[in-house]
């Protein structure tokens, strides 16, 4: 292209240089025109290896293509037939996953109304519970209080009833002692009596 216009460039100034032709301005003119030619040449050569090049490469790179295709068409066929085999069930499992979606949603806003219905009797229930937990403490507490009255009160019995039972004892035993030595003493004189009697 560069020496297209170069050409053309020359041819211009040629053609308006024709006054002045002479033998040395010939010269020089033939010698630009070999130059200019050698340029085309050489370009030509250039372009002529481009296209030899270009045609290696193109054959190269459509028997790559081919190679590619060789190998891809049968994975392309392969997945279509299963994208063909998979589609119903694939529907299917979408048309299930759908009924399920909505049995989902359906127990969901049953149990969220069922929830709602038996909150306040959840909620009563576990007041009535605190209450009774209450009431259950408060009668645990009273009966050990009771239960520490009543013991007190045994407690108390047991030692008057000892108490009493010492007394009794000392005031029965006491008598019965000195009614005994008494007896003892009686029995001792009279022996003494009827020994001192009989010699």
């Known amino acids: 292209m560069l020496t297209s216009n170069l050409a053309s460039v020359v041819l211009a100034s ?8 002479n033998g040395e301005n ?17 370009q030509a050569f250039v372009m002529f ?4 090049g270009a045609a290696k490469a193109q054959k190269k790179l459509l028997g790559h293509v081919e190679a590619i295709s060789n190998k891809l ?26 009924a399920i979606t909505g049995n989902v949603e359906e127990i969901s806003a049953l149990v969220r109304n069922k929830v709602n219905e038996f909150g306040p009797t959840i909620t009563a229930a ?3 519970i605190v209450e009774a937990n209450y009431t259950v403490r ?12 009543v013991n007190d009160m045994v407690t108390s019995v047991l030692d008057a009833t000892a108490q009493m039972g010492r007394a009794i004892q000392n005031g029965i035993a006491t008598p019965v ?5 008494l007896v003892d003493g009686l029995k001792a004189g009279v022996l003494s009596f009827i020994q001192g009697n009989r010699r």
Request: proline share 3%; aromatic share 2%; glycine share 2%.
């Open 73 to 98: 068409l049968p994975l392309i066929d392969k997945s279509n037939v299963l994208v063909t085999d998979l589609t119903p069930q694939i529907k299917d499992i979408t048309t299930r996953a759908q």
């Open 14 to 21: 040629i053609v308006s240089m024709q006054d002045t032709l």
């Open 26 to 42: 010939t010269r020089l003119l033939m010698i630009f025109i070999g130059i200019a030619a050698f340029a085309l040449l050489a």
């Open 138 to 149: 408060d009668a645990n507490r009273r009966t050990q209080q009771q239960v520490v009255r």
């Open 177 to 181: 002692r000195e009614v005994s030595n």
């Open 49 to 52: 290896g481009m296209a030899v």
């Open 126 to 128: 576990n007041q009535t």
